[in-house]
């Protein structure tokens, strides 16, 4: 039996970026998603109240963008996927 192993590559700055403590994820605008989206994404999946996820609404549709949580960068990746996959436009920093 042979067991095949996946070889995964990482750039210098992805390795520096991962050992930082905390990590924030960052939503930006985009011309695609509404505000109701937006907001029930930011309360289905980030806990945030209706107030709460109205005012990030704002947030990135005045300034571009916006940090919706901050963790460990693999809680930052999960929480990413999950939002990107919302259609979501969001980053890890």
């Known amino acids: 039996m042979t067991t095949e192993t996946k070889e995964e590559s ?22 695609v998603n509404t505000f109701d989206h937006v907001i029930h994404c930011m309360t ?3 806990d945030y109240t209706d107030s709460q996820a109205e005012k990030i609404a704002w947030e990135v549709h ?10 460990s960068f693999t809680e930052m990746e ?4 999950i939002l990107q996959q919302e259609g979501l ?5």
């Open 78 to 81: 999960i929480y990413r996927k």
């Open 89 to 93: 436009t969001v980053t890890v920093d």
């Open 44 to 46: 289905k999946y980030l």
């Open 10 to 31: 990482f750039t210098l700055e992805e390795i520096l970026s991962s050992l930082k403590t905390s990590h924030r994820l960052i939503l930006w605008n985009d011309d």
């Open 62 to 71: 005045n300034k571009g963008k916006c940090a919706v949580l901050k963790g």
